[in-house]
């Protein structure tokens, strides 16, 4: 790690929040000494709130227990310019724009955040006629939910057992993001897609 990014914490989020801002201050500017860059999971604070501290020499992000790589990707979102609209295959250079700036200069100032929703999250399906979990684009997509915020995969058991038997659970763990599974599908197709609807009693009439 980079001594110009401490962190203190040793959870899989904090750490891998660290080698984030590590990463893209890299490509961001070589000249990224000016600033000394702090990392603090600080308990007091609610699971997903945000701190950003910026001084003359010294840039601290404080963030709660799932939050600090949210935090990360915020200070590079709203003081560095970077945007992560995107995602592609990583041998591909694109979805992503980090700018290339001669000089890291930011304003001294503080930015206090807390996600509008608590629960965010992607549904992600396969099944033998969708399409296989075992493929390139896992992490990526992971990246990209981090990046974009979501905390929440919801999926099938068959997929979220494919992305078990890969290994990529801490992938997802240390990215701040819980899977939701559904064991089995219901009886009932409308409940099956997601399309509740209340039977009064009488026969549903076919369209």
Not at 79 to 106: I, Q
Not at 195 to 207: D, P
Request: contains cysteine.
């Amino acid at each position: 790690m980079d001594s110009r990014v401490l962190c203190s914490s040793t959870s899989s989020v904090a750490q891998f929040a660290a080698a984030e801002l590590n990463k893209y201050l890299s490509l961001l500017c070589a000249a990224t000494d000016r600033y000394l860059f702090e990392l603090v999971e600080d308990e007091t604070l609610a699971p997903e709130e945000q701190h950003i501290l910026i001084g003359s020499r010294r840039v601290t992000l404080k963030a709660g227990t799932k939050g600090l790589l949210f935090a990360v990707y915020e200070f590079l979102e709203k003081y560095c310019g970077c945007s992560f609209g995107a995602m592609n295959h990583p041998e591909v250079n694109t979805g992503e724009f980090v700018p290339r700036l001669d000089e890291l200069k930011l304003p001294q100032e503080e930015h206090h955040h807390i996600p509008d929703l608590p629960y965010r999250t992607a549904i992600i399906q396969y099944n033998a006629w969708a399409g296989n979990a075992d493929h390139g684009l896992n992490l990526p997509f992971f990246d990209w939910l981090a990046k974009n915020r979501y905390n929440r995969l919801l999926t099938w058991m068959s997929c979220y057992q494919t992305i078990k038997d890969l290994g990529l659970l801490p992938e997802l763990e240390k990215r701040g993001i819980r899977a939701t599974v559904r064991r089995k599908l219901g009886s009932d197709i409308n409940a099956s897609c997601g399309q509740l609807r209340r039977n009064s009693g009488a026969s549903a009439q076919s369209e």
